[in-house]
């Protein structure tokens, strides 16, 4: 049972370049997120999505987009990548709708440079 | 808006001894959950403990425990018996159903257990 699954694991990309990080999720969860993380500002949300067709904005949405493919695939897309979102970035899924309180099931990480 | 506070960036605590991390937040909310994740070097997040703002009773979890004060906005995680595997950052988070269930997460503390 894999869990939550990102990929790729590092990458590098020059400014301006467009990329898609890829999440799927083998538990039936119902509810995905995109997180970033940077240093000593813990963990901020950049989108979820509640259920298969459904996204929502979180906390820093701006240069970002989502697409919430099916129920087991939540991608996150970089349309022209900038220095700012050099990042480490996490995928997460839980159990519950949009209002249960389930805990959350992270992946690896992504650890994303924009040069 | 909900906030997340750690007021201790690093930590450091002797095998087999005991130590306290340090949560505090702010919500008008009544309905919430708080939670405590923990991040070793591997960057995987996992469930630490899960305390539910309506329960009286602290949450316990094996070496695990926590110190929830509801007035006072605090949430504290004890640590029995720290053992070398404990060494990693820890992170405090908030989540209410009136919030859209989007997670706060507070900066982290990083805890160090010295053989």
């Known amino acids: 049972n894999a869990g939550v699954t990102q990929t790729p694991k590092f990458q590098v990309l020059k400014t301006g370049q467009s990329m898609t990080l890829q999440c799927a999720q083998d538990m039936n969860h119902n509810s995905m997120y995109w997180y970033r993380q940077d240093p000593g500002m813990g963990l901020r949300l950049i989108y979820y999505?509640?259920?298969?067709?459904?996204?929502d904005k979180g906390e820093v949405p701006n240069g970002y987009n989502v697409s919430r493919l099916n129920k087991r695939e939540f991608s996150l897309r970089l349309e022209s990548a900038a220095p700012s979102q050099t990042s480490v970035y996490f995928c997460?899924?839980?159990?519950?709708?949009?209002?249960?309180?389930?805990?959350?099931?992270f992946g690896d990480g992504t650890r994303l440079s924009i040069l | 808006a909900q906030t997340v506070t750690q007021s201790q960036p690093e930590m450091s605590v002797q095998e087999a001894e005991t130590v306290t991390l340090s949560c505090t937040y702010d919500t008008s909310e009544s309905n919430y959950y708080l939670f405590w994740y923990k991040q070793p070097p591997s960057r995987q997040m996992i469930l630490v403990i899960r305390?539910?703002?309506?329960?009286?009773q602290n949450a316990t979890e094996n070496r695990f425990s926590v110190n929830f004060q509801k007035a006072a906005k605090s949430f504290s995680l004890k640590i029995s018996d720290s053992q070398l595997g404990d060494t990693a950052m820890y992170f405090c988070?908030?989540?209410?159903?009136?919030?859209?269930?989007?997670?706060?997460f507070g900066t982290g503390t990083s805890l160090t257990v010295i053989p």
């Open positions: 305390q539910e703002a309506y329960k009286q």
């Open positions: 997460a899924s839980t159990l519950g709708d949009l209002y249960s309180n389930q805990p959350q099931h």
């Open positions: 988070a908030f989540i209410s159903p009136n919030t859209g269930n989007q997670f706060y």
């Open positions: 999505s509640a259920s298969e067709g459904t996204t």
